[in-house]
């Protein structure tokens, strides 16, 4: 029997910063990952962390309301207000910490400027400062002997008297499915990329958390809104950051004309990140792209520039395309990149759920609304883990035993697990997954109607009823069992696949990343509403709720 | 185009089974990585092949293995670039590690390792208010060290650990290099001392090169080692056998133009110590037998001035 106080499911940095928290409040704290904490995947943010340093000259208004004006307004911006003004002190946090960020001449942390704002606020470690951030805070979970339980898939959660109390999880080393207690469980659990094929997403990006909070009752909010990247490797989808355009690079299309002075005369390459994938995409599609891309050139920066401060960048280009971006423009194309969706959070982290917290990609606070800016998801898990496990803890304290029948439950999820296990022959994960998430981009991609979104959402009904009555497990063993854990993930996709087209079918208007040709303009006056969907006995119920506005009333949104 | 993989199999549940190559045969894409082959034979032939693997773009660390013999990220290493003629390829699991099954190894060796070197900041205060103030030469610097992923690679290849798994090993290594050298930290000299004094710290490694060759991130940990064994030296820690062996080293090639080997032995002992000096009878009589003992007195080089006229260039250079 595992038992604890705060149970973090997901190790990347919402779920170490949370970790660091619990313990440093004396809570029996433990982090459970299915893979090492190192290996998630906020290591694959490049480019920055936005903070406003009121120290130095900056405001954290300005950086709420460039952070609203990318939301497209559909950013709750009470929540906003909260990020930015505790941003300052969660970046100097993680530079007490030991992370290198990039300094001035002064010794200071310098800046680089980043999409959709026009000061230097985004701090930074090379191209690699996700990877630098998520390597301290293992440093402080090791330090803080925060306890992980390495390569441990949750499979379900416990739910008891309408309050969660646990999670059941299979030990992938061996096998073994296991009850884990607990007073609260926070998911920090990232995001659902792979529901969506190509993605930037690493392969673990399956919506674990999503689908979880979605089973127990918890709704999911605005999982329309897709982030395409404006600049993804042409063949291999993988991410360039933004900072190659923060540092000056140009997007050209085949004439060589940088296109960005028709769409964003002001911000050019620095747009929001919707508006220049659109531009992109509308490059592409009336003749002007090459072999399905556009070009990003560095040239002008210099070989130097290039590899002290883009190292990764230049080392993808050779490595994957075998081209030097000191002589060669690379091609480009927008890519499915972050889901700003997410399991409907306050900014403490609290879902609908009583025991249920979430924070990072996984939650929807609602910060990123329509569209999220560049170097904001790592500010997001900084500041809302940080705060979610605080809330969390308070929750802890204020409850008495976990008095659960956690084995009840662990009886139960073996029998499903071993009933997976004992079909003899079906449908392969691969093949199911392929046709959802190729559906998925073809229906609710960079341009979206009515038609697609409906082609989208039959198709995922489609696969979830060959899931049900046919998915097949080949590998009947214990020891590391990818096959059967690819098979639960895939369930868990086919949740949140669901719940995206749901969330685009309602949607009567255009705004932020979720454009319809059909429906090009914003309509505020029925739609500065968040889109909620609760999965039930019935199916998918649905709602929609105002957004919060303070100070900083909608007005047409203009780069 | 085809290719063929040789894939080395073990699974611990199958009873008595020893490890054993599986060879797969299949069409992929000209431009893809030994990954994308690996991950499509999992998909699509064979769903009980164990493997880990995540961002595909060679940040997470997952993916190293070996192929044909040395350890690589398998997603960032193309097919073709090794294999243009389809020839076969032998992909196994990382070395100096204990396998659970197939290609996936034990994530405790490294990250015990890792471990050991107190790998987190410990600045004796921090500022009060904003950051610590450093130079962006001295965070750039940094930088070599950050960019390790923990991929295994450099422990895998690491030809000490094969034979002394005490060894704390190139990664943990420039892990702790990477506190050093950071102008924050305030216990640079006690970590200098620490990994000086220690069963398998700096001294252990036998400067093979290998880890710098395997590591896909340019981090060259051997070179931070090398870094490491100067910085402590430099700090005073002059009493070890590594310190010697480097001063006998040193002497002995700048008077006689050749290293003496026999001295070599005793300055690295240590004169004094006789324990350690009776460890060399034993080994000095074996070598002795199959005529392996080196001279008692040494061969001198030819010309001995143009080997002295190069320390004084050097030494000279340095002051």
């Known amino acids: 029997m595992y038992e604890h106080d705060l149970l973090i499911v997901g190790a990347g940095l919402a779920g170490l910063r949370a970790g660091v928290e619990g313990v440093q409040k004396g809570l029996r704290t433990a982090v459970i990952t299915k893979v090492h904490p190192v290996r998630s995947h ?12 009121t120290d130095r000259g900056d405001e954290w208004e300005g950086h709420a309301l460039d952070t609203i004006k990318g939301s497209d307004y559909l950013a709750d911006q009470d929540a906003v207000e909260i990020m930015s003004s505790e941003a300052g002190d969660a970046v100097l946090e993680l530079e007490r910490m030991g992370v290198i960020f990039s300094r001035g001449d002064d010794g200071r942390l310098g800046t680089r400027r980043f999409g959709g704002q026009k000061v230097a606020r985004t701090f930074f470690v090379g191209a690699i400062t996700g990877s630098a951030m998520l390597h301290v ?37 061996t096998g073994e499915l296991h009850a884990i207690r607990a007073k609260a469980v926070l998911l920090a659990a990232g995001g659902a990329g792979r529901v969506f094929e190509p993605s930037t997403n690493a392969l673990i990006c399956t919506g674990d958390g999503l689908s979880l909070a979605w089973r127990a009752g918890a709704p999911l909010m605005d999982m329309e809104m897709i982030q395409y990247h404006p600049t993804t490797l042409a063949r291999t989808g993988i991410l360039l950051s933004e900072a190659a355009r923060g540092e000056g690079a140009y997007l050209l299309n085949s004439d060589g004309e940088r296109f960005m002075e028709k769409a964003a005369p002001d911000y050019m390459e620095l747009a929001s990140r ?22 990003l050139d560095l040239r002008h920066l210099g070989r130097t520039f290039i590899e002290e401060r883009l190292g990764y960048l230049q080392e993808v280009a050779v490595e994957f395309l075998g081209i030097d971006l000191a002589e060669q423009p690379v091609p480009i194309r927008p890519g499915m990149h972050y889901i700003m969706g997410g399991i409907k959070t306050n900014a403490d982290g609290e879902t609908e759920i009583p025991g249920l917290y979430a924070a990072g990609e996984c939650a929807n606070v609602s ?11 790592l500010l997001d898990t900084i500041v809302f883990g940080r705060r979610a496990a605080k809330k969390s803890v308070e929750y802890v304290k204020s409850i008495g035993e976990n008095g659960s029948d956690s084995e009840a439950h662990l009886k139960a999820e073996k029998e499903r697990l071993q009933a997976l296990l004992d079909r003899p022959k079906g449908a392969r994960t691969a093949e199911i997954r392929n046709e959802m998430a190729t559906g998925m981009t073809e229906g609710i991609g960079v341009f979206r109607d009515q038609n697609s979104m409906e082609g989208a959402l039959a198709k995922v009904h489609e696969m979830r009823k060959k899931y049900d009555a046919s998915i097949y497990v080949e590998n009947k063993g214990k020891v590391f069992n990818t096959d059967l854990m690819f098979a639960l993930e895939l369930d868990f996709m086919l949740d949140c696949a669901e719940a995206v087209a749901t969330g685009a079918l309602m949607r009567k208007e255009s705004r ?3 454009f319809r040709t059909d429906m090009p303009d914003r309509d505020d006056e029925n739609w500065l509403k968040h889109t909620l969907s609760y999965k039930s006995e019935e199916g998918v119920r649905t709602e929609t709720l105002d957004v ?5 009333e909608p007005v047409k949104r203009v780069y | 185009m085809q290719t063929n993989l040789k894939v080395k199999r073990q699974d611990p549940e199958a009873n008595g089974s020893q490890p054993h190559f599986q060879e797969y045969s299949i069409d992929i894409h000209p431009d893809s990585t030994i990954l994308d082959a690996l991950i499509y034979v999992r998909e699509e032939v064979d769903g009980t092949l164990a493997l880990r693997c995540s961002c595909r773009a060679s940040i997470c660390g997952s993916c190293g293995m070996k192929v044909n013999g040395r350890a690589r990220l398998v997603c960032k290493t193309r097919v073709a670039d090794l294999a243009p003629e389809g020839e076969q390829l032998t992909v196994e699991p990382m070395g100096n590690q204990r396998v659970i099954k197939d290609l996936v190894v034990t994530l405790d060796t490294f990250f015990d390792q890792i471990k050991r070197v107190e790998p987190y900041m410990k600045p004796d205060k921090e500022p009060e208010s904003g950051e610590f103030i450093a130079s962006n030469e001295s965070m750039t610097n940094l930088l070599t060290a950050m960019n390790c992923i923990m991929c295994g690679c450099c422990v895998s290849d690491c030809t000490v650990l094969e034979v002394d798994d005490n060894f704390i090993g190139p990664a943990a290594l420039a892990k702790a290099w990477r506190f050093t050298e950071d ?5 640079r000299d006690q970590r200098l001392k620490t990994l000086n004094d220690e069963d398998g710290g700096i001294w252990d490694c036998t400067r093979c090169m290998q880890c710098v060759e395997v590591c896909p991130k340019d981090v060259a940990p051997m070179d931070r080692i090398m870094e490491l064994r100067d910085a402590a030296i430099e700090a005073g820690n002059r009493d070890t056998h590594g310190y010697h062996h480097t001063e006998s080293f040193y002497n002995s090639v700048k008077k006689n133009g050749r290293l003496d080997e026999s001295r070599l032995a005793l300055d690295s002992a240590g004169w004094t110590s006789i324990p350690r000096l009776l460890d060399l009878v034993p080994v000095g009589l074996k070598a002795m037998m199959k005529g392996k003992l080196p001279p008692l007195f040494p061969h001198k080089a030819e010309d001995k001035q143009k080997i002295r006229d190069v320390y004084e260039k050097v030494e000279g250079e340095r002051e």
């Open chain 1, 512 to 514: 932020g990343a979720h």
């Open chain 1, 137 to 173: 805070l293992y440093e402080q979970a090791l330090k803080h002997g925060l306890q992980v339980y390495e390569e441990w898939f949750v499979t379900s959660l416990i739910k008891e008297e309408g309050a969660v109390r646990g999670v059941i999880a299979l030990d992938m080393k």
């Open chain 1, 274 to 295: 919707d508006v220049v994938s659109r531009a992109e995409q509308v490059e592409i599609n009336e003749g002007r792209g090459v072999d399905g891309n556009v070009l």
């Open chain 2, 183 to 187: 102008p924050r930290d305030d216990q």
């Open chain 1, 367 to 377: 910060v990123h609304g329509a569209n999220r800016l560049g170097a904001n998801s």
């Open chain 1, 42 to 53: 906020s290591n694959a943010a490049q480019g920055g962390i936005n903070a406003p340093l």
């Open chain 1, 548 to 552: 919060v506005v303070t100070k900083w």
